[in-house]
C-alpha cells in the first residue's frame, strides 16, 4: 500500500581514509552514497613523502576515487569543494572546480574532512615553507628539494651555496621525521659523485620542534632512539624552538629563554601544525557544536554531534577523546560511522556502543635500515623496526594496483640510493601559459 | 716547455635526444662539456603523450640528466635557460630559475635547443589550448582529460554535459594522432562503467588538420590506413580546416570553402605546429645566419653556422635538407656534430663528411593493437604495426631504469584498460599557497 521508500541518501565529506572506508562499510546497504571531495583521487597518506623525495610516482600514493569505489554500486563521486551545510534543509553546498554551485541533500552526513596544514595564523609562511597534506604539496616539495641542489651548483657565491644547502624543517612529527631523513639519504646517497662544484652530502638539514623531542606521541624511549638515529643520519635537532618568521632565504626562531636565532636555509618545509579546514567552521556555527583550538569538531561518543543524530564526524577532524591525527584511527572512525548507518538503515534501532579505538600502533621511518614502531608495549627501533614499517606498509597497500611497484621503487632505493621519481616540472615560469581557466 | 693546453670547452644548450647524444659522443674526448638546460631531466619525448594519458609517470619518461651523464666524468650539467650568445666573447648567456645571471665560456659550442609549440601568432589561444612538448604540457593535459570526465558527471546542463564529453585537437601529426586514440580508449575502457549521470563511451574527439591528411610523413597508403582506424575509434576527423578561434569553450575553424563552422569543446588541445625558441632568433642575429619560416636556422652540410665552424646546430632547430623533427634526426645530428668535435680534439684535421641522414623510419602509436609503421620500403599498420612498436620502445627505452615499470604498465593498460597514473593535483586554486618565490 506504501509506496516503497526512496532509499536514504549518506553524503560522505571526504575521500580519505575516514570517508573510505565509511562508504565501504556501507556497500551492501540500501542506501545511496555520494562521496564528494576536493579531489579526483584517494590519497595514501603515509606515503605521501615517499611522493616528494621522488621515491614513488603520484600514481603509486594516489588511486581515483572511483577506481576505489568501483565495485559499490550504491556510490557516486563528486568532484567539488564542500563549503556549507545547510542544516535544517538536509543540503550540502557544494563548489565544482569551475565556480558554480552544487546541493547534495542527504538523509544522513558523514563529515571526513580531515585538517589541513596550520601555520599558527601566519598564513604569509606558506609561501615560503610548504606543508605536507596534499600531491600538490609532495610536487612541490620534490621541486624544490631537488632544485636547491641544482641552485647550489651554478651558485658563484659561497655563501649562497651553502643556503641551498641547507633545509629546514619545522616540526619534529613523523613527518618533518620522515622527511630529514629522506633529506639526508637524497644527500648522502642518491646524489652522491653528481655534481661538480658541490659536495651534496654537506648539505645540513636542521629539524625545529617546540617540545623537548621529537616523534612525543611514540613515547620517550622511542623517541630518544628516533633523535640518536636523526643526529647519527646528520640532522641537527633545534628542540623548544618556536619559529617566529620565514622568508625566501631562511627563518627566526625563538628558544626557551626567549632569545632569538636567525638561520639561513633556501628550503623550508612546514609540517608543524594542523587545523580544520573551513567547513568544519561552517558546521559547527550551524549546530551549535564545540570546536578545539584547531578546529576539531566535539562528537558524542557515537561519533554524531549533539542534537544532529544524522550527523556524523570522523577521522582526523573529529574531536573526541584527543585522539591522534592517524590514518588507523580515520579508518577505525569511517568505518563505525559507516556501520551504524547499516544497521540504522537495516532498521535495527538498539543503541550503538560507543566507539572505542583499538590502538594498533604507529610507526615512522627515518631511514633506509631504521624506523621506529610502537604497538602496545611492543616498541621496535632499528632494523627490527624498519623490517616491522616494511611489512606493514607492504601488506596495507594491498588495496593498490601499484603495491608492486612500490616494493620494486624501494628494492631500487634501498639498494642502490638511486629514485625513480625525481623529475620535477619546468622551474622556469611558464610565460606563455597562464593557469587553466574556469570553463564556467 | 710548452703549459698544457687548458682543455677545450664545449657548451651544449638544451639536454633532448640532440644535446644528449652530443654529449655522449665526447665521452672520452680531452673536452671539458657543459650541458645547460631550462629543465634538470632529459625527457623521453616519444612517450610524452603516455604521460599525458596517465599510464606512465613523469619518472618513467624524464630522467635527470645527472643521472643520464653520470658516468661521464668530463659532463657539467646546469640548470639555466641559455638567453643569448656573444659570437665575439664566446661566451653563452644563461639565466638561472631564480633570475641571476650566468655566462658560460665555449671554445666550442653545440646548439641542441628544440622547437617549442607555435601557435602561428596566436599566443592567446595557449590559454585555452595547452601544447604537448614538456612534462609541465603532459601534466596539464592530463588534469584537464581526467577533470572534464568529472564535470560532465556534475554538470546538470545536458549542453554543459555534451561540452565537457566533447575533446578537440588541433593537428594531425604523430602526437595528435596518438592524444586522439588515447582520449577515445580512456572513454571506452579505462573509464568504463565508473560514471552515474554519464556514460564515457559517448565522448566525442574531434582532430583538426590543415592538409587533408592525418601522418602525411607516413605516406599516403598509411595515411589512409591510420584515418580508417582512426574513423573507427570513433575519432571525428575534420581535414583540410584551419583553427581561426579558441576560447574556453571551444573553437572556430575555417574550411577549404572559406565557411567558418564553431565547434563547441571545454577541451582543446593543440599539436599542430612548432617554432624555434628565442635562443635561435638571438644567435641567428649575432651569427647572420638564415632562418626559416618556423625559425630553424640554416646550416652548412657539417651543421656548423657559415663563418663560424665552432657553433654547431643539431636537432629539431637544424634547418638541413628540411629533415623531420624526429627524435632519430635528433640523434644522428647530436653524434654527428660530438663525433666532429672529438675527431678535432683529437688533432685530426681532414674536412668532415657531410651530415647525411640514415632513414630508420617511424611510428605511431593508434590506439591498443593498432599503430603504423614506416621502415624504407616496409609500411606496416594495424597488429603488425603495433608489435613494431612495441619491440622499438621497449628496445629504446633500454637506457631507462623504468623499461621494467613501462612493460608492466603497458600490460595493465592493454590488459585491462587501467591506468595507473590517473591521479592529478588539486583542481582548486590554492589560495593560500602562491607560486614559489625567486628566492635571488
Chains 1, 2 share one sequence.
Not at 202 to 227: H, N
Not at 236 to 263: Q, Y
Not at 266 to 288: D, I, M, Q
Not at 354 to 365: C, K, Q, T, V, W
Amino acid at each position: 500500500m506504501d509506496e516503497p521508500a526512496a532509499p536514504r541518501r549518506v553524503v560522505i565529506v571526504g575521500g580519505g581514509f575516514a570517508g573510505l572506508f565509511a562508504a565501504r562499510a556501507l556497500r551492501r546497504s540500501p542506501v545511496t552514497v555520494t562521496v564528494v571531495d576536493r579531489c579526483a583521487h584517494h590519497l595514501f597518506q603515509p606515503l605521501l613523502y615517499q611522493c616528494a623525495a621522488g621515491i614513488l610516482s603520484e600514481g603509486q600514493i594516489a588511486r581515483p576515487l572511483r577506481v576505489v569505489l568501483r565495485r559499490h554500486r550504491n556510490v557516486r563521486c563528486v568532484l567539488a569543494e564542500a563549503t556549507d551545510v545547510d542544516v535544517a534543509a538536509r543540503i550540502v553546498r557544494a563548489r565544482r572546480p569551475e565556480g558554480s554551485e552544487l546541493e547534495l541533500p542527504y538523509d544522513d552526513l558523514i563529515v571526513a574532512v580531515g585538517m589541513r596544514q596550520s601555520y599558527f595564523g601566519h598564513d604569509e609562511f606558506a609561501a615560503h615553507a610548504p606543508g605536507m597534506k596534499t600531491l600538490d604539496d609532495a610536487l612541490e616539495i620534490r621541486h624544490r628539494l631537488y632544485r636547491a641542489f641544482e641552485m647550489a651548483e651554478t651558485a658563484r657565491d659561497p655563501e649562497e651555496k651553502r643556503q641551498w644547502l641547507t633545509f629546514a624543517l619545522v616540526g619534529g612529527g613523523p613527518t618533518g621525521v620522515e622527511l630529514a631523513g629522506q633529506i639526508r639519504e637524497i644527500a648522502r646517497r642518491t646524489l652522491e659523485r653528481e655534481f661538480s662544484t658541490i659536495d651534496p652530502g654537506t648539505a645540513r638539514v636542521l629539524l625545529f620542534e617546540g617540545s623537548d623531542e621529537v616523534l612525543g606521541t611514540f613515547g620517550a624511549s622511542l623517541a630518544a632512539r628516533a633523535a640518536r638515529t636523526l643526529r647519527g643520519l646528520g640532522v641537527e635537532l633545534h628542540l623548544g624552538t618556536r619559529v617566529t618568521d620565514v622568508d625566501a632565504r631562511g627563518l627566526a626562531v625563538r628558544d626557551r629563554e626567549g632569545v632569538t636565532t636567525r638561520f639561513d636555509a633556501r628550503t623550508v618545509l612546514w609540517t608543524a601544525g594542523v587545523e580544520a579546514p573551513p567547513l568544519a567552521a561552517a558546521l559547527a556555527r550551524a549546530t551549535g557544536a564545540a570546536q578545539d583550538r584547531a578546529g576539531r569538531i566535539a562528537v558524542e561518543p557515537d561519533l554524531t554531534l549533539r542534537g544532529h543524530p544524522e550527523i556524523r564526524v570522523v577521522g582526523d577532524v573529529m574531536g573526541l577523546d584527543r585522539l591522534p591525527g592517524l590514518a588507523e584511527v580515520a579508518m577505525q572512525t569511517g568505518a563505525y560511522a559507516g556501520r551504524a548507518l547499516r544497521h540504522s538503515a537495516a532498521g535495527r534501532t538498539a543503541p550503538a556502543k560507543p566507539f572505542r579505538y583499538f590502538d594498533m600502533g604507529s610507526a615512522a621511518y627515518i631511514c633506509r635500515g631504521r624506523a621506529v614502531v610502537r604497538a602496545g608495549r611492543l616498541h621496535l627501533s632499528g632494523v627490527p623496526g624498519w623490517l616491522t614499517w616494511l611489512f606493514i606498509h607492504v601488506a596495507f597497500l594491498t588495496g593498490f594496483r601499484s603495491r608492486l611497484g612500490a616494493v620494486l621503487s624501494w628494492a631500487v632505493v634501498f639498494a642502490s640510493g638511486a629514485r625513480r621519481e625525481r623529475a620535477f616540472t619546468s622551474p622556469f615560469a611558464q610565460a606563455r601559459m597562464p593557469p587553466p581557466e574556469a570553463g564556467g
